[in-house]
């Protein structure tokens, strides 16, 4: 199998002697989110750097595609396209006097024309909710807009990887859950996404992949459950167990659940303990899920649809159905992990609705689907407005 990234036998010291990296062996598979969690210095930031050929390894290799790195200036321009990054502090990557230059940087250094550059930025900014933001200052914006304002600069040179180093770093709840959810619009879309961060329930729930360092090497690697379902080595690491995976280990030892693969996140820790609660299941009738594509409804359609379908519950997924819900003044119960807030409160019988849009919109049903297959409940999915074919979707 070839992988996107690999890297053998990686290490790096700094100028000062530190050595950041030592003999770091990792594969990583194209399509995937990959999650770099470990305590600081563990060499997170320092292994991102030399994924595009910022940081030159003292020793080992990295290879794209199959290929080693190389380093004479045309390579370096050509892996900094495929495999763009996102640094931690904002600041240190927006530095023109406008949205629109700081995005159009990378695709004008690219040598593509005014026009085809044009295009980009636009493209660039409407996909991160920025559209209209073009004039103003970076500087003058918060921290959600900064990280997102870098996003854009990064996607307009069309990358096939995005790395990006603690991207919730210094956000608000609200404004990480949509950089995050960003994120896995993009890897829906077929990009590989790398992330470092050391909040373990982030990495838990968002990656497929997790990589867990400590000291300049990679203590383990695998599926989250996989590697957060080992205990000691979290510890080992200095960190703490996502807090669905530390109640389910709780209950577990009080034998109230028996033990078995960690549930990954609170829908499927509720479907645990309701498995041990026979006779306890909800007797009514199950609430329904209405899903409508942002970009093929009006507001006031959803408006009247939330009043008539006795909607109880709304979320959104994907940047335009949050840009749509604001704009609309919708308001959103839920703005990251909408589908599976739904299917709980389909479980409790209140209806909901998610508005979605771009690549979220097949993943929504999906999702249902995959959760009726998989757990035996029938939940009722209704696509507005009704009817709807395929093609409309
Ligand atoms: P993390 O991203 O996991 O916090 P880093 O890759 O930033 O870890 O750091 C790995 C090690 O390298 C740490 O010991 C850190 O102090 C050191 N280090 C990072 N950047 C530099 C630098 N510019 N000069 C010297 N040492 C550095």
């Not at 320092?46 to 940081?55: C, D, E, H, V």
């Not at 949205?99 to 593509?112: E, I, T």
């Not at 929504?364 to 409940?377: C, K, M, N, T, V």
Request: glycine letters at 10%; charged letters at 25%.
């Amino acid at each position: 199998m070839t992988f996107i990234l690999e890297t053998q036998e990686l290490s790096y010291s700094y100028g000062d002697g530190t050595e950041a990296l030592k003999s770091v062996s990792v594969c990583l598979e194209e399509g995937k989110k990959v999650a770099l969690v470990g305590p600081n210095g563990a060499g997170k930031s320092t292994l991102m750097l030399m994924f595009n050929g910022i940081l030159r390894p003292v020793s080992g290799t990295i290879l794209f595609h199959g290929q080693p790195l190389r380093y004479d200036a045309a390579s370096l321009r050509d892996i900094r396209k495929r495999v763009g990054m996102v640094f931690q502090n904002s600041d240190d990557q927006l530095f023109a006097p406008t949205v629109y230059q700081d995005v159009a940087f990378g695709p004008s250094n690219l040598g593509f024309s005014p026009e085809k550059v044009k295009r980009y930025v636009t493209y660039a900014l409407a996909y991160v909710g920025l559209s209209g933001y073009g004039r103003r200052p970076p500087h003058h914006l918060s921290g959600g807009e900064k990280k997102r304002v870098a996003i854009a600069g990064i996607l307009a040179m069309e990358p096939e990887v995005m790395i990006l180093d603690e991207p919730t770093s210094n956000l608000d709840p609200a404004s990480s859950e949509e950089i995050m959810e960003m994120l896995e619009e993009l890897n829906l879309g077929g990009k590989t996404v790398i992330i470092s961060t050391h909040d373990v329930d982030l990495a838990y729930r968002w990656a497929d992949e997790v990589i867990l360092m400590k000291d300049g090497g990679v203590m383990q690697k695998g599926p989250g459950q996989e590697v957060f379902g080992d205990v000691t080595l979290i510890r080992e690491a200095r960190l703490k167990l996502p807090i669905v995976v530390d109640i389910y280990q709780e209950l577990a030892a009080r034998g109230l659940i028996s033990r078995r693969t960690p549930p990954r996140n609170i829908l499927e820790l509720c479907d645990i303990l309701q498995s041990h609660a026979p006779g306890q299941e909800f007797q009514g009738t199950m609430g329904k899920i209405c899903i409508c594509n942002a970009d093929k409804i009006g507001a006031e359609e959803i408006k009247s649809a939330i009043k008539e379908q006795e909607i109880r519950f709304v979320g959104a997924m994907g940047t335009s159905a949050k840009v749509m819900a604001d704009k609309s003044r919708i308001p959103l119960d839920f703005t990251y992990g909408g589908i599976d807030k739904c299917i709980l409160k389909a479980l409790i019988g209140k209806s909901s609705l998610i508005i979605t849009s771009g690549g979220m919109v097949e993943h929504a049903s999906q999702r249902i689907e995959q959760y009726g297959s998989e757990s035996g409940a029938r939940i009722e999915v209704e696509w507005l407005p009704t009817p709807v074919t395929k093609e409309a979707i």
